[in-house]
């Protein structure tokens, strides 16, 4: 491999990777070191695996099956390898992008160390996009816990060599309500411990309330307000104290998953040689065209929220462009669609109607239940809801969140339209194809007009 490149890339996944394709099929000589394996968390410890192993349980719960975790564990890490082989290893093979494995850390302006491969240098600029990892949080007795593998995280979870009869699982955002759902289904006992007062405190209200019923029908105990406090190892056990608005609570269990929140991979780097900055939460600094300082730049999971895939890939993409002389263009957030991967899925894009209100200082929004979409009553999946938000002061849609079967791919649309500017009459006019669960949309903006418990299966 070569020693001096026009891009260096620190990371491997969605945003390295994006921004190291554009480089290279541009013409460009480009480098991605990478501690890790190629594709990222995406592809190896989150979207992928976990994504496999709710279709695994899925159909187990069909056939009356009662599948053992590691087994579906071991089959969701086959998966990401498939996925990992061709769409990144095989790939960068063949677009001469040249891969260091090892820890990097940064000499100077130009030059980057990387561990066993001695210095790559740059002539262009730097990418830095090394995602983030699960926070430990500071509990008393967590350490010895983690230390006899009875604590968890999505990396750690796929090398789990047991069954858990029980768990106990710390945070209520998607990561913690989606391991709830997988492992609840997998006949653990699972607690779950969150500290706001709502799961999915980021969604809208509606959207934390279905995704509580959804879990407790499967079992899951849910605690609001609730922290943890101690931990405590016995035997092959964990005993978690945790405080509660009624009081201290002791859950004895076969493990603790943590998805409490993530930090940057950016410890030892030494990114102060070269003038980046770092925000109160510990993320990288960036400009609208994703520019760290002169010559670096930054995507992913290191510039903090949304942490989404696709997102970290159109942020690599935006950074290659951008450093490489491309073009001047700049990240868009405003019509990113994500989705709570439980089933029934929810899913949202643009604002919330609180995001809409602190913004503007007013909103409108519109909610029907999915009781009353035909598909919903065909497919006897009724449960979840349609909520429309839009700018009162033209009609402009800004936000939507579906909850339902196939809500991932139902709201592509409002991301669709929030890019197009539309407005609620444009939804309105438009013909869906009948029955669709995206038909939920057009009932939620009929919604501003009429009582649409009061209508026939065809929309007007």
């Not at 004895?252 to 925000?279: H, N, Q, Y």
């Not at 009553?377 to 349609?386: H, V």
């Amino acid at each position: 491999m070569a020693s001096s490149y026009d891009l260096v890339v620190l990371g491997g996944g969605a945003a390295g990777f994006s921004a190291a394709t554009v480089a290279a099929e541009n013409g460009f000589k480009v480098a991605i070191v990478s501690k890790g394996p190629l594709g990222g968390t995406c592809v190896n410890y989150g979207c992928v695996p976990t994504k496999r192993m709710l279709k695994l349980l899925a159909k187990a719960k069909l056939k009356g099956e009662e599948p053992r975790l590691p087994e579906v564990l071991r089959d969701a890490v086959r998966v990401s390898g498939e996925v990992r082989k061709e769409k990144y290893e095989e790939l960068a093979e063949s677009l001469g992008i040249d891969v260091y494995r090892g820890v990097a850390r940064v000499r100077g302006k130009g030059e980057v160390e990387v561990e066993g491969s001695g210095v790559v240098r740059y002539r262009r600029a730097l990418i830095i996009a090394l995602g983030a990892s699960t926070v430990v949080p500071s509990v008393k007795g967590i350490d010895e816990a983690l230390e006899k593998g009875l604590v968890y995280t999505n990396e750690t979870i796929l090398d789990l060599e047991f069954h858990p009869d029980s768990a106990v699982i710390v945070g209520g955002g998607p990561q913690g309500v989606e391991f709830s759902q997988i492992m609840a289904r997998a006949g653990v006992s699972v607690t779950l411990v969150n500290r706001r007062r709502r799961l999915l405190p980021r969604e809208e209200p509606e959207a934390g309330l279905f995704a509580e019923e959804v879990l407790r029908e499967d079992g899951v105990e849910v605690l609001h307000r609730a922290s943890l406090e101690e931990v405590k190892v016995e035997g092959d056990m964990v005993k978690a104290k945790i405080a509660t608005p009624d009081g201290g609570k002791t859950v004895e269990a076969s493990m603790i998953f943590l998805a409490t929140g993530r930090r940057p991979r950016l410890e030892g780097l030494g990114l102060e040689k070269l003038g980046v900055k770092i925000d109160e939460k510990g993320f990288v600094k960036v400009d609208s065209n994703l520019k760290a300082a002169e010559g670096v730049y930054a995507a992913g999971d290191v510039i903090g929220e949304p942490m989404l895939e696709p997102v970290a890939a159109r942020e690599g993409y935006v950074a290659a462009v951008n450093a490489l002389g491309l073009g001047r263009i700049e990240m868009d957030y405003e019509h990113i669609p994500k989705a709570v991967f439980i089933e029934p899925e929810i899913a949202r894009a643009g604002l919330t109607e609180r995001e809409l209100a602190e913004r503007i200082k007013m909103c409108a929004c519109r909610t029907v239940p999915l009781s009353l979409v035909p598909r919903a009553l065909i497919e006897g999946e009724t449960r979840g809801f349609a909520k429309l938000v839009i700018d009162p002061r033209d009609k402009r849609i800004v936000g939507a969140t579906i909850a339902g079967p196939r809500a991932a791919e139902a709201i592509q649309e409002v991301s669709v339209m929030i890019r197009a500017g539309w407005t609620l009459d444009d939804l309105i006019d438009t013909v869906h194809i009948f029955p669709t669960i995206n038909e939920a949309l057009k009932y939620a903006a009929l919604a501003f007009y009429r009582d649409v418990s009061k209508m026939p299966c065809c929309l007007l």
